[in-house]
């Protein structure tokens, strides 16, 4: 769902050239500066290596929901296969953006309760221990879909659904907590061109740099 919101942020901004997504399935989507390279073993990014140079900024929306899943199984996924992305583009272009779609609640010293955040916090850590030129930490709470952006995820999809017709009304009233997919999109590409003020964003960051870019 943030990855098709991020995605349409980027084939809107003129300043945006090119744009390239690799993931198991293809979007669909048509656009003159957009190129989809599909990989099944999301694992393993040496296949594809010489088609992932030349950019300044890697945005990393992939994630799965943690429920009913062991922590093992959540972290193959969740941290296995963002560093096996981060590792190899660090080695082919230390000088790019790298931003990962994180969570509120991540837990940075890895040890708390809750297994999925320990994980994403392990995820946060390794990634900042990497040489990039700058690595961001995006951690939205509740997120407001817009545009059509849709998850996958049928419980998410329900809970939406449900809260669609107050979710617009409380982001007005609590702009803190709750952010657009627009509003990620754009604070993104505003990180990659103007930094960002801190490493690790929240709902409140994410909403103060995207309504602060004309």
């Not at 296949?47 to 799965?64: K, P, R, W």
């Not at 849709?150 to 617009?168: D, G, M, Q």
């Not at 990659?192 to 964003?201: E, F």
Request: charged share 20%; glycine share 8%; proline share 5%.
């Amino acid at each position: 769902m943030v990855g098709q919101g991020v995605l349409r942020e980027c084939l809107l901004d003129p300043g945006v050239q090119r744009v390239k997504i690799v993931g198991r399935t293809a979007t669909g989507v048509q656009h003159p500066k957009l190129r989809e390279v599909v990989l099944k073993d999301l694992w393993n990014f040496s296949s594809i290596e010489s088609e992932l140079s030349g950019f300044d900024a890697c945005f990393f929306c992939l994630g799965v929901s943690s429920v009913g899943m062991t922590e093992s199984d959540y972290q193959r996924v969740t941290y296995g296969i963002t560093m096996a992305a981060a590792e190899t583009l660090s080695r082919l272009d230390p000088q790019m953006t790298f931003i990962y779609v994180s969570g509120a609640g991540t837990d940075s010293s890895e040890q708390g309760r809750s297994m999925w955040a320990r994980v994403k916090g392990k995820t946060e850590n390794a990634l900042l221990r990497l040489p990039f030129k700058a690595v961001y930490m995006f951690r939205p709470g509740i997120i407001e879909p817009l545009h059509g952006a849709k998850s996958k995820t049928a419980s998410i999809r329900i809970f939406y659904s449900l809260t669609k017709p107050v979710l617009t009304l409380l982001r007005r009233i609590f702009p803190s907590y709750i952010v657009t997919t627009e509003q990620i999109g754009r604070c993104m590409i505003e990180a990659v061109r103007h930094g960002a003020p801190k490493q690790v964003l929240e709902s409140k960051d994410i909403s103060a740099m995207a309504c602060a870019r004309p």
